[in-house]
C-alpha cells in the first residue's frame, strides 16, 4: 500500500486535492488547533515570494504541522508523509486528498523521488521534516540530508520554518502556545553541507532551539 501512494504524477496535484487540502486546513483541522492550542500570529510573511515556489522545511512538533504551515501561509503544499500514516483508511483518505505522498524512512524508493522531482511541475510547494519525526524537548538534532540533495535535484530554494509550541505564561486556559515564524530562503545553490547547516541554525534561532549537529 505505501508502494502505491508514493507514486503520484503532475496530474495527482490537481483542482480537487487543492480544494481538498483548503477545506481541511482552513475549516476543519484549524479549528481542532484552536481548540488544543493558543495560536499566535505567524511571523515572516515578508520571507515569502508567493511568484516563487519553494521546499518548505520545518522542525516536526505535532500531528497537526502540514496543515497549520498550509494554513498560516497560505500555501498550497504537498507532503513527504511516512508510510504508516497510509496503513489505516482515514489516515489515508486524508493524506493522499491532501496531496501527501508516502515515504519509507528506512529506504527512499524511486518512487518517491519522482514524486518529489515532479511537483516541480504543478503550482504546489514540496514540503518534508528534515528531522523525519515528530520532537519537542526543545533540541534540533538528528537531522538528514536528503532534502538538501533534493533542493538541488529539483533546483528550488528551502524555506526554513520554525514550529514553536510552549507553555503560556499566562497560563489563562491551560493551552499552550503554537505559533510559526518563517525565515529567509535557503539558495539551493550551495552545497548539501552548507544548506543542512543554514537550515539548522535558521530554524534553531527562530525557536530557540538548541542546534546538535
Not at 508516502?102 to 521534516?129: C, N, P
Not at 499552550?176 to 530554524?203: F, H, R
Amino acid at each position: 500500500m505505501a508502494t502505491k501512494f508514493s507514486t503520484k504524477t503532475p496530474k495527482s496535484f490537481n483542482i480537487w486535492r487543492k480544494a481538498f487540502q483548503y477545506i481541511a486546513c482552513n475549516v476543519v483541522i484549524i479549528n481542532m488547533i484552536r481548540s488544543k492550542y493558543k495560536v499566535l500570529k505567524a511571523e515572516g510573511i515578508e520571507n515569502i515570494d508567493k511568484s516563487k515556489k519553494y521546499i518548505i522545511a520545518s522542525n516536526h512538533v505535532t500531528g497537526f504541522d502540514p496543515f497549520f504551515i498550509a494554513n498560516q501561509y497560505k500555501l498550497t503544499i504537498a507532503y513527504m508523509a511516512k508510510k504508516q500514516l497510509f496503513e489505516t483508511f482515514w489516515s489515508m483518505v486524508l493524506m493522499d486528498w491532501c496531496g501527501a505522498f508516502a515515504v519509507d524512512r528506512d529506504k527512499v524508493d524511486v518512487s518517491t523521488i519522482k514524486t518529489a522531482l515532479s511537483i516541480k511541475k504543478t503550482s504546489w510547494h514540496l514540503g518534508l521534516f528534515p528531522q523525519g519525526t515528530r520532537c519537542n524537548n526543545g533540541k534540533l538534532e538528528n537531522i538528514t540530508k536528503g532534502f538538501a540533495s533534493i533542493a538541488k535535484k529539483m533546483n528550488t530554494d528551502i524555506l526554513p520554518i520554525a514550529i514553536i509550541v510552549k507553555e503560556n505564561p499566562e497560563n489563562t486556559n491551560g493551552k499552550k502556545i503554537m505559533q510559526l515564524k518563517a525565515g529567509k530562503p535557503i539558495s539551493c545553490t550551495k552545497s548539501i553541507e552548507e544548506i543542512v547547516d543554514e537550515w539548522a541554525k535558521t530554524v534553531s534561532d527562530l525557536g530557540n532551539f538548541e542546534y546538535i549537529p
